[in-house]
């Protein structure tokens, strides 16, 4: 979904929210186009291990693994994140008023591209659901 | 709160790039291999899936790529056609939605055991593509050849390189030999006879892809695709190829581009200290300059970002072509593959003009 | 000022048959009499090239030649020396592990034991269970300071084939040295068979990072973490690029190979080495800018490369204008903090350098 101009990917992961920029940190691809997976982990070589089904989103281009709960990107998280949202869930009456519009200086800094290496930080927005009304916080 | 409509990421909310770009890696395919059948004779119709064989097999059975087809999720048309087939969305996620002035289709082929069957193909590949160069000015062709088979490659030179818009010709990364051997000289005569550059790309079967066996992973397969260029490229310099064929032009694609440079240092010490084995007209790292291009991606990403524009600098800012490699996963986009900001001019240099000099692009 | 210069890779190859004889056990030499088999003559260093060797240098030397043209003049203080035998070349397993037990007993006697200031890599044969056999045959001798390889293995080394290999070195606390050659069948590139000499030796480095990029998705580094990892004599201005590709491929690609837990350039500075010859940098500039994209002033060790031709008679074998706090370190501190000041036999210089520093 397109909210204030931007890219919005809203996933319903059984029954709980999350919300993403729909543009990967690393160069710009349609992030939420990307399939959600489970995370892997391994002890040692040939082990294999399977936890949080579809709680990782991969950019569909480079791979690249994204914690739909945390935005964080598995292998930097500290460095690499992709922008979330609030998403609640309220009844129509009580949806929240409009917030105001995200600092135009944040958008234009994820734009340019960096100086000095990399900044890949991305937006991730909360989401939460109410009957038929997804809410959506862009503050 | 803001009314939610449908929609992803619209074209212009990308930061358009003002340069007019040249793509020197993008990879066009009919909609499946069958299709392909349609430009053959009768009696090859049908053999890719009953008979052909490859050497070795190919590796794209052998090492699960990080996508299907090793493409974009995004890229892949909805009807099941291949990637890259669709022309819609190629002008939609590629050409249009940045400034592409050209971009340089690459075909590679690599079942190449069968010569006469070969042959057929490399034809077919090349009669399709017309289609495309027909529907799309944007884009321009890479002769695709039989390349183990030297005077049958020639032969397809000679016959495709008529139609100008094929700017070069294709050969993969992995062959049987290394490129420089004797049995690949009937390739590169076709090509000066021409003015074609001979294009290395990413790809190719026919030896354990290390001087050590075969890897287990794509991760090995994958990375390990810059060092059989590395090889090639050294083949190439110490069989002398460039002295017998001194306009001969050479691309490697596909490999990144940090390697080249130490990889010309060993040439060099080695040909000093080891005497005897060839006689050179200069030392390996002179004929560089005149005889080596590579395109840009898989863009490096040194560690330390701010070492870039050095390394740029080091192998030459001529010596560099821009190229997506739409539409597979590890794909480029024109705005933001490069890690650091470079100076303009060396940008506009690597995001077209170097392409255009080498390819003559633009020019009636 | 006390000095010290550890030379971590020196040739003492085995001159003849008739020199490995007396080593190797009677069914050996009695096949080999009947066969006229005179063991494996594969040309890492083909014979016969004299360039290959300094023309002021001996091939085939003693180790009083050797002091005379190197430890005294060089001022070394603890050569690691390489006989590099093929013993590898032997497709036979059990000739194999003859042939390398002999070439190690060779080096222990006519060389270790004649010069304190020598110490030894020990060659093992291609079959892995035995190179673990002659591995731990050979624990407690500490004169020899790693297991050496040659980097042209049949398959790639960090394949799980070679896992036992890796954890004896490990348990042992011998580095794996991979050096230059190779007996393996097969094209020593991956692109075909080169006609030429030269292509194959430039070739052998990327012979080495493909080597790299086996070990680390192959879990080596993950299941053995004391593992140290030497590449010997296939130079080292090749491996940025090398380490920021590998960086790149396992950011997409981590769900293949999920024992790795961190970036594969972490892992390669924190566990391997290199020698110093060839140096393929040019001029000094490039040699310190290529340490710089290495991120680390650790991973060099000095070394001659004796007596191959690796710097003219009168040449420093490093440039004298490479910043001194990095030749220090290249000259001798990441060797000792490789090999150990006990097993190089440098434990009382080191600590009278402490003393001289502090």
């Not at chain 3, 063991?39 to 030649?65: F, H, I, K, M």
Request: with cysteine; glycine share 8%.
């Amino acid at each position: 979904m397109t909210v204030e101009g931007r890219s919005i990917g809203v996933f319903n992961v059984d029954g709980e929210y999350f919300a993403v920029r729909n543009r990967c940190p690393h160069e710009g691809g349609p992030l939420c186009a990307g399939p959600t997976t489970m995370h892997v982990v391994s002890e040692r070589p040939g082990h294999y291990e399977w936890t949080r089904a579809g709680e990782i989103l991969r950019c569909p281009w480079h791979g690249w693994e994204f914690d739909l709960r945390t935005g964080e990107c598995w292998f930097d998280p500290t460095g690499v994140r992709v922008r979330r949202y609030e998403v609640g869930v309220s009844p129509g009456s009580a949806i929240a008023p409009p917030q105001p519009p995200v600092n135009a200086g944040d958008v234009r800094a994820e734009d340019e591209p960096a100086q000095d290496g990399r900044s890949y930080v991305a937006e991730t927005y909360t989401v939460s659901v109410d009957e038929e009304y997804v809410v959506l916080e862009m503050g | 709160m803001s009314v939610i409509t449908p929609g992803r990421e619209a074209p212009s909310a990308r930061r358009k790039e003002q340069l007019a770009i040249v793509d020197c890696d993008v990879h066009t395919f009919p909609p499946t291999m069958g299709a392909l059948d349609a430009y053959m004779p009768q009696r090859w119709r049908g053999y890719a899936s009953t008979l052909a064989r490859g050497y070795s097999g190919s590796t794209l059975g052998k090492y699960p790529r990080v996508a299907w087809i090793g493409s974009r999720h995004d890229a892949r048309p909805a009807d099941g056609s291949l990637p890259g087939s669709d022309l819609g969305m190629i002008r939609e996620q590629l050409l249009d939605m940045w400034n592409i002035e050209y971009a340089v289709m690459t075909p590679v082929y690599a079942m190449q055991t069968n010569f006469d069957y070969a042959a057929v193909v490399a034809r077919a590949f090349n009669d399709w593509q017309l289609e495309f160069l027909d529907a799309e000015p944007r884009l321009r062709g890479s002769i695709t050849i039989s390349y183990e088979d030297g005077p049958a490659a020639a032969a397809e030179i000679r016959r495709a390189a008529a139609d100008k818009r094929f700017v070069q010709v294709l050969a993969a990364a992995r062959t049987l030999e290394p490129l420089g051997r004797r049995k690949y000289w009937p390739i590169y005569e076709a090509c000066v006879e021409h003015g074609l550059p001979i294009a290395f790309h990413y790809g190719g079967q026919g030896n354990p892809t290390t001087g050590a066996g075969w890897p287990y992973y794509y991760f090995e397969d994958h990375g390990g695709m810059s060092m059989s260029l590395a090889t090639q490229a050294t083949s190439f310099v110490f069989e002398g190829v460039l002295d017998r064929f001194p306009t001969l032009k050479v691309v490697l694609v596909e490999g990144g581009f940090a390697w080249i440079k130490p990889l010309f240092w060993r040439m060099d010490k080695a040909y000093d200290t080891i005497r005897g084995d060839v006689q050179l007209q200069r030392k390996p790292s002179e004929y560089f300059r005149d005889h080596f291009w590579l395109t840009t991606q898989p863009m490096e990403e040194p560690t330390n970002a701010k070492q870039f524009p050095e390394i740029i600098a080091d192998i030459g800012a001529d010596k560099l072509m821009f190229a997506s490699d739409y539409p597979h996963w590890d794909f480029d986009a024109p705005d933001m593959a490069f890690p650091a900001r470079i100076d303009d001019a060396v940008k506009r240099r690597i995001m077209g003009d170097n392409a255009r000099a080498l390819y003559g692009l633009g020019v009636a | 000022m006390t000095h010290m210069l550890i030379d971590t890779d020196v040739h003492v190859p085995i001159p003849s048959f008739e020199a490995l004889r007396p080593y190797l056990p009677g069914h050996v030499t009695d096949y080999c009499a009947f066969t006229g088999y005179l063991g494996p003559d594969d040309a890492w260093y083909p014979r016969g090239a004299a360039s290959l060797t300094r023309a002021d240098w001996t091939d085939n030397g003693g180790v009083e030649d050797l002091r005379r043209e190197l430890l005294d003049p060089f001022d070394i203080t603890v050569a690691i020396l390489n006989c590099a035998y093929p013993a590898d070349g032997v497709m036979n397993p059990d000739f194999s592990a003859a042939f390398a037990r002999a070439a190690n007993d060779w080096l222990a006697e006519e060389w270790l034991s004649r010069d304190p200031r020598l110490r030894g890599s020990l060659i093992v044969p291609n079959d892995v269970d035995f190179a673990v056999a002659e591995i731990e045959h050979r624990a407690g001798d500490e004169r020899f300071v790693q297991v050496i390889v040659p980097v042209r293995t049949q398959m790639p080394i960090g394949r799980r084939t070679y896992h036992p290999l890796w954890r004896a070195a490990a348990e042992h606390g011998l580095p794996v040295a991979l050096c230059f050659g190779g007996s393996a069948p097969g094209p020593p590139t991956g692109t075909g068979f080169p006609s030429l000499y030269l292509e194959e030796y430039v070739g052998m480095a990327e012979v080495c990072q493909t080597q790299l990029m086996s070990i680390i998705s192959g879990g080596v580094l993950d299941l053995y973490p004391s593992t140290r990892i030497v590449c010997v004599e296939c130079g080292w201005a090749w491996l940025p690029p090398v380490t920021w590709r590998m960086d790149k491929e396992w950011k997409g690609m981590r769900r293949e190979i999920p024992w790795v837990d961190r970036l594969p350039s972490d892992y390669v500075r924190q566990h391997v080495r290199l020698t110093l010859q060839p140096i393929d940098a040019p001029t000094t500039d490039d040699f310190v800018k290529t340490i710089a994209q290495m991120g680390s002033d650790d991973m060099v060790l000095f070394s001659t490369d004796y007596p191959h031709a690796r710097f003219r008679a009168g040449e420093p074998p490093m440039p004298a204008d490479v910043p001194e706090a990095l030749a220090t370190k290249i000259r001798a501190t990441n060797a000792i903090a490789l090999y150990g000041a006990s097993r190089l036999g440098v434990r009382e210089l080191t600590a009278t350098l402490e003393q001289e520093a502090s």
